[in-house]
């Protein structure tokens, strides 16, 4: 059914009149007038009009017509004002999706930053492996994610934002914690809790090339739960230094040459609201500027 069609119907019922309708309505009487024979076919033949003389007038079913026409345009303007309105007064959730071991620092900061200056703005922050982040992104229910790796997938675009430092979580009683610093060698065969899917893949690769499943006694979702397993003996985990706390039972050692970049994953040719888009740019300007040698 044509909005237009009921619109210039609406008009016409109200004035009864093809010349004053179509200079109310800012159209040709004839545009008007096959508009109405359209509507008119549309329902079966009905005829929403008789001539009068010179004159027109609504038929029984055309009055009964014109009752719920105006009614459902009401309806549709009420409800367009409410959107409208809404655009200025609604909140707006942002959706961010983040790897383990990035919401402290530059992100915590920014995200506390923005909620201060718009009192509109909702977060909404998932914490997972780079691969679900991703799929998440793919799938519309992230706006954006932080993750440690790229696809070759082109519906993603990725933006480095920087370079993280790494180091090994230990037991307070392990004979390595008290180090100034540790090579990925010295780790390799030490019972491990990982919890980031691509610091299991990529493990193997910086230590002696030696297989590291079986060293693998645990697998979590955050940060926070590896500590509390490494603090009762567990075993040890390699996470970013943005993870390191002040805790009696853990030790932090870095641990050398092992780095990793940070990228902002969004999905091509998404359109976001301005708020999103505004702060994805400020999230990515202050990660940049905290530093400086993304290249």
């Known amino acids: 059914m044509n909005y237009n069609y009921l619109r210039y119907f609406s008009v016409l019922a109200q004035v009864e009149h093809y010349t004053l ?95 201060k200056e718009n009192d509109r703005i909702r977060f909404r922050l998932t914490e997972s492996s780079a691969e679900d982040l991703m799929d998440m992104v793919r799938q519309e229910k992230l706006d954006m994610a932080i993750v440690d790796t790229t696809d070759r997938d082109r519906t993603l675009h990725f ?80 996470m970013p230094e943005d993870c390191v706390q002040e805790r009696d039972d853990v030790r932090f050692i870095p641990v050398e040459n092992w780095h990793q970049a940070l990228y902002m994953c969004i999905l091509y040719d998404k359109w976001l609201e301005p708020p999103v888009w505004k702060f994805v740019d400020q999230l990515v300007a202050s990660i940049r500027k905290n530093n400086p040698d993304i290249a």
């Open 159 to 238: 933006r480095k934002l920087c370079r993280r430092n790494f180091c090994a979580a230990l037991p307070a009683t392990h004979p390595l914690a008290n180090s100034d610093t540790l090579l990925p060698q010295q780790l390799s065969c030490a019972s491990q809790i990982v919890f980031n899917s691509d610091l299991e893949n990529t493990f193997g690769q910086w230590a002696s090339g030696e297989s590291t499943e079986e060293h693998i006694l645990c697998t979590v979702n955050t940060a926070q739960a590896a500590l509390d397993l490494v603090g009762v003996g567990v075993g040890i985990c390699v």
């Open 21 to 115: 309708a179509a200079a109310r309505l800012g159209i040709s009487q004839p545009s008007l007038s096959s508009a109405i024979h359209h509507l008119e076919d549309e329902l079966g033949g009905v005829r929403l009009f008789e001539k009068v003389g010179r004159n027109i007038r609504l038929t029984e079913e055309g009055r009964y017509y014109q009752e719920k026409v105006d009614a459902a345009l009401q309806e549709l303007n009420d409800a367009s004002m409410a959107l409208r309105d809404s655009k200025v007064s609604a909140p707006v959730l942002i959706r961010l999706g983040v790897v383990s071991g990035t919401v402290s620092g530059t992100v915590a900061k920014e995200i506390a930053s923005y909620i």
